[in-house]
């Protein structure tokens, strides 16, 4: 079974700074999808960055990237120019490629980061 | 645009009784998921259905369970509620499997 791992459960950061969250994952697969989700107080779970596991190139997103090491099996997230708006929880998250297998289309999450933003 | 439609948004239950969670997709998406999120956790697979059929099962107690309809709206049931099924009930929906999940504002389930 894959497993996600996020070994920061806080971070925090000066605003207009840079900070970069950690996620490593465990999987057998070759061909999957990774993403960061991001759960401000509100609770709702928004799609900031997605990054297909086929793909060499990172992901960009304005001020968010992504450094995707596939062999080393790690997807941080970085965050430049950090705003106010920032402040949230963070979830790395896995999807497998391969849709005829159970469990398959689930997303796997990791424990989450709480990011800090101060002003 | 369009998002998901979660519905009701909050809900009091108390134990042993029955409660029935909606969701909406975005029009046209044809994939609906559901996921629980209890207090301070990540948010955990339930179940998912595609084309009004389930694909996909996770660890959704044998107390729940869901369907899809013609209109691809989704609905959730929850009997005989126990304290620890208080949670955020989250669904998700895509355009088709494989695809963005896309989440809904969530239902936040109290069971006291």
């Known amino acids: 079974a894959q497993t996600v791992t996020q070994s920061q459960p806080e971070m925090s950061v000066q605003e207009a700074e840079t900070v970069t969250l950690s996620c490593t994952y465990d999987t057998s697969e070759s061909d999957y999808y990774l993403f960061w989700y991001k759960q401000p107080p509100s609770r709702q779970m928004i799609l900031v960055i997605r990054?297909?596991?086929?793909?060499?190139q990172n992901a960009t997103e304005n001020r968010f990237s992504v450094n995707f090491q596939k062999a080393a099996k790690s997807f941080s997230l970085k965050i430049s120019d950090s705003q106010l708006g920032d402040a949230a929880m963070y979830f790395c998250?896995?999807?497998?490629?391969?849709?005829?297998?159970?469990?398959?289309?689930?997303?796997?999450f990791g424990q989450g980061t709480r990011l800090t933003i101060n002003p | 645009a369009a998002g998901v439609i979660q519905s009701p948004r909050h809900l009091i239950k108390e134990k042993r009784e029955t409660a029935t969670l909606k969701c909406y997709p975005i029009p046209r998406h044809d994939t609906v998921y559901w996921y629980q999120q209890g207090p301070g956790q990540d948010p955990q697979f339930l179940i998912s259905f595609y084309e009004k059929m389930q694909s996909d099962k996770g660890s959704i107690p044998d107390r729940f369970s869901a369907q899809q309809f013609s209109d691809y709206h989704s609905e959730l049931n929850m009997s005989s509620l126990e304290l620890g099924d208080s949670a955020l009930y989250f669904c998700a929906s895509s355009l088709k499997r494989g695809s963005e999940q896309y989440f809904g504002p969530g239902t936040r389930l109290t069971v006291t």
């Open positions: 998250a896995y999807r497998s490629a391969s849709l005829g297998i159970q469990g398959a289309q689930k997303l796997v």
């Open positions: 990054q297909e596991a086929y793909k060499q």
